[in-house]
Nanobody, 123 residues
Framework: QVQLVESGGGLVQAGGSLRLSCAAS????????MGWFRRAPGKEREFVSV????????YYADSVKGRFTISRDNARNTLFLQMNSLKPEDTAVYYC????????????????WGQGTQVTVSS
């Protein structure tokens, strides 16, 4: 079992920044690919970004590319999402997820999920 707890969400003005964290416990963190997903009001959950177990490979949704940066600290069992130049359309509940093996965009391939953290971007 892997337990995931997100933090760092909040209210920010358009153009501002937030840094989300996801603390993992329960299993060896370094063996897992980690992803960020989000669910906007009235919409389905969507892929945001993924990072492989070592941090060497990352991938982003087109909507966040160039503005968001995913990273991880395996020594601290923590995943991060640095979000810059935030837009009102980034408003959503953000979830981190883990799967053993390679990183994928499909949320159905992830075994473990956090409870989510709310990000609200005002215009």
């Amino acid at each position: 079992q892997v337990q995931l707890v997100e933090s760092g969400g909040g209210l920010v003005q358009a153009g501002g920044s937030l840094r989300l964290s996801c603390a993992a416990s329960g299993r060896t963190f370094s063996g897992y690919a980690m992803g960020w997903f989000r669910r906007a009001p009235g919409k389905e959950r969507e892929f945001v970004s993924v990072i492989n177990w070592s941090g060497a490979i990352t991938y982003y949704a087109d909507s966040v590319k160039g503005r968001f940066t995913i990273s991880r600290d395996n020594a601290r069992n923590t995943l991060f999402l640095q979000m810059n130049s935030l837009k009102p359309e980034d408003t959503a509940v953000y979830y981190c997820a883990a799967r053993y093996g390679s990183g994928l965009k499909e949320e159905s391939m992830y075994n473990y999920w956090g409870q989510g953290t709310q990000v609200t971007v005002s215009s």
